[in-house]
């Protein structure tokens, strides 16, 4: 990785700032969106009884910076972390950290899409002034039901790729 091309650099650059961004801003959306329900006695998910009787639309409307953030980072992500990989041509053959740090990104990637979609009309809805909160609260709740666990899972993962970066393990040396 010694012998980068300045665009390499630049392209690198961005791709772990947005990375950055991305894992802030999906760590504070899932505590936004996970702090809106809590559990009922058949463990469904049910809004807190705080928010039962108020105007749900300004607490939506409060989330569209995080998950506009989250949508716009993880594209940027997506598309200069290819860019990277096309014009640095590092062997991952020879670096098993970036090999692992592109699996994970693979793997996660699907699940990704299907959430970022979610997150994608719920932003329509919030922008399109929408009436119709109970279908994004449906949508959120959907949103944290199909996957379970996985947002977690997907944010230790993605917080090891820096792990990986900065420590560079499974380096062969040449």
């Known amino acids: 990785m010694k012998n980068l091309t300045l665009i390499s650099k630049i392209f690198l650059t961005i791709a772990l700032a947005s990375g950055a961004l991305w ?17 009922d006695q058949s463990n469904i998910l049910v809004l807190k009884s705080n928010l039962t009787n108020v105007d749900l639309k300004p607490v939506l409307f409060e989330l569209l910076p995080v998950l506009s953030l989250s949508l716009v980072s ?54 399109s002034n929408s009436d119709n909160v109970n279908e994004m609260i449906e ?20 917080h090891s790729i820096f792990f990986l970066f900065v420590f560079k393990p499974l380096t062969r040396k040449s």
């Open 23 to 39: 894992l802030g801003s999906y760590t504070t959306k899932l505590f936004a969106l996970y702090h809106l329900f809590e559990l």
């Open 74 to 127: 993880y594209l940027v992500f997506l598309a200069f972390s290819i860019m990277f990989l096309l014009l640095s041509k590092i062997s991952l053959k020879n670096n098993g950290w970036l090999f692992i740090s592109l699996m994970i990104v693979i793997i996660c990637l699907p699940f990704e899409i299907i959430l970022s979609i979610k997150d994608f009309k719920i932003i329509n809805m919030i922008l």
């Open 139 to 158: 949508i959120i709740k959907s949103r944290i039901t199909i996957f379970s666990s996985f947002p977690i899972v997907s944010l230790i993962l993605h």
